[in-house]
């Protein structure tokens, strides 16, 4: 228990400062939290209890409009904050909780953090991770990203992001999982499971918060912020799935989101937080508004100033209120108004103070900001070993004509070009935390990772050829004489790493600037270009798809950037990504996703006359599809086998295939599992993911693989939104990709 400050002057402070002191004394050993949490409520005033459910952020780097404010240490002092985001560093988490231990009941902030993909060292973006398939890889990335930031004080990251997406023209799909329900809700338990490690309140772990609650991947248009109107059967079916995987794998907290659906803001929709979150799932943890989204209210014409805007977060379940300021100011006057219920209040206060018990930090405010762990903890190499294992994972095959990858070692000449090549900071992607103190030289460039790997044997050369925007193609000429110097041209392209992320919406999606046409010029020399995009979402790039001979999508891959690239470069790794995304031929396709409807009319082919919602002028298949990757070998499937051809609601059956690697590289392969039900009350997609297997295989090694098909995998949202399996007969298939069945059975549902 700390020392109390020496300002008690009235008899009142006294004794109930002295209640506090009881308390905690005997509490830890005699009280549960939940009596602990009750004490405390009773001794606080009704400011305080305000004061707990307002967050704002530091005055450092913000994500987010700020509002401008030198009197935030005496808010704190006064029991005006209850948590505060974007306090980057133990010293700095330090001096803020210091000054909390000066408010009137010491009640510890939180301090919450976008720790994203990593603290120090940077993950790939999510979406990046994503298509490694790898829940163990990504599991060990929000584990490691938990151990650097709890060290540096932070209790608490608004990840995982876990909104299903099908329009990449929204900037955010960078920090998903991407398009599909099945390996996003599986995705969003591994990341929870990372982040909050053996539990909160263990030292090394930060709470999860899931986000964005909810549908806001669906926003019209894909422009940020948007509306999003959709039936509540796809809301269950497509958009909750993941954040109920998440609540599932303990996730502690939730954040709602900018978005209205149907007509509500989501952040004052008690549909989603009372009814759905805390009603029907039982989410006991609390929630936090997005940025300013319960003041936004009034932008979206729901409630007509500051005061409404608060009483229609705080009713519909939003416990905590992310820097709009509405709650602070207006939520005291409510209450004694008689407009919100006391016991409103009381139950937002409740969970937010259960959290910071359950975190430890009324037994120790300082316990997360350790400065010998965080120095342990930020210089780690096990961390960086980690980083360039979940980035080679990330990065996605997409073309290897004639073999021209792998890179042989023994290349004489290589020509690496491009304004990516030597960029420093862009591996990091949007979403990287900026520590104080922690320069960039921590991220290995394409270009560093390239010289380790060929060290003295081969000769690289440079150009940039031209910048990532702009139309100078001054530097071309040089860029072509340099490829006609070498025997393999690498070339590395892409987006600006801030055209992704947050309010970064595109209605275009081609690689910017003369980048493609840099890419044409290099591939006119005759010479083999392999081509590396860096992007943050699909991007659209047919010419280049069809004239270049090999091309790695990188996504922006992090800390280990450039050594990851040079892995897969040469041989090293053998990739094995495959994509969580779909990518479209122009942006006209979009929304485009794997796991559509037939259709009455139904195209068999480009040809077709009446085409199934297809357009005229493209092809009815995107240019990627989701689950697409290719490797640096073959792998062959065979014999699928079920178990028995019909089962009951109660049964299972067993399919079972052989999986062959037919090329002379170790590799890995996704083994992806599809579903159709063929006849529904409902009309059910063409296919959909339902398991997928990872596996590893020698040279000439098969594996057998064996999947479980019960009642669950067969169920869906009917009419009445209530979750059935309906018998009937099912089409199972098997494949390399979602487009890429190698094998495929009927079976039978009976009642
Ligand atoms: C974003 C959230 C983020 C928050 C705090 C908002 O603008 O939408 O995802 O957690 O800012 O940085």
Known sequence: MQQFVPLMRSTTIRILCSLVLLISLTDAQTMTIAQRVDSLLRLMTLDEKVGQLNQYTDDGVATGPVTLDKDKPQQVKQGKLGSILNVLGG??????QKIAMQSRLRIPLLFGQDVVHGYKTTFPIPLAEACSWDLEAMERAARIAAVEASAGGVHWTFAPMVDISRDPRWGRVMEGAGEDTYLGSQIAAARVRGFQGKGIGQTDAVMACVKHFAAYGAAVGGRDYNSVDMSDRMLWETYLPPFKAALDAGAGTFMNSFNDLNGIPATGNSYLMRDILK????FSGFVVSDWGSVGEMINHGSVKDPADAARSAILAGCDMDMESRCYTGTLAKLVTDGVVPMAVVDDAVRRILTKKFELGL???PYR????KREAKALNEPAHAAAARDMARKSIVLLKNEKNILPISKGTKTIAFIGP??????????FWDVELPGVDSNFIVTQWEGLQE????????LYAKGCEIEGNDRSGFAEAVETAKKADVVILSIGERRDMSGEAKSRSDLSIPGVQVELAMELLKTG?????????????VFNELADAAPAILYTWWLGSEAGNAIADVLFGDYNPSAKLAMTFPRSVGQIPIYYNYYNTGRPATGDNDRFYRSAYIDLSIHPRYEFGYGLGYSPFTYSGLKLSVGSMSMTGTIQASVTITNAGKYAGEEVVQLYLRDLVGSIIRPMKELKDFRKIALAPGESKTITFT???????FYDQHVQWVAEPGEFELMIGASSRDIRQKERFTLTK
Do not use: M, Y
């Open 527 to 539: 010479k083999p270009v392999v081509v590396l995009i860096n992007a943050g979402r699909p991007l």
């Open 91 to 96: 010293e700095r988490t330090r001096s803020w």
């Open 709 to 715: 098909i019960d009642k669950e995998k067969l169920s």
């Open 420 to 429: 990516l090549v030597k960029a420093v900071k862009q591996n990091k992607g």
């Open 279 to 282: 009603g029907k799932w039982n």
């Open 368 to 371: 997360f900001c350790d400065p």
């Open 453 to 460: 790997k060929i060290g003295k044997h081969s000769t690289l």
């Open 362 to 364: 009324f037994d120790d």
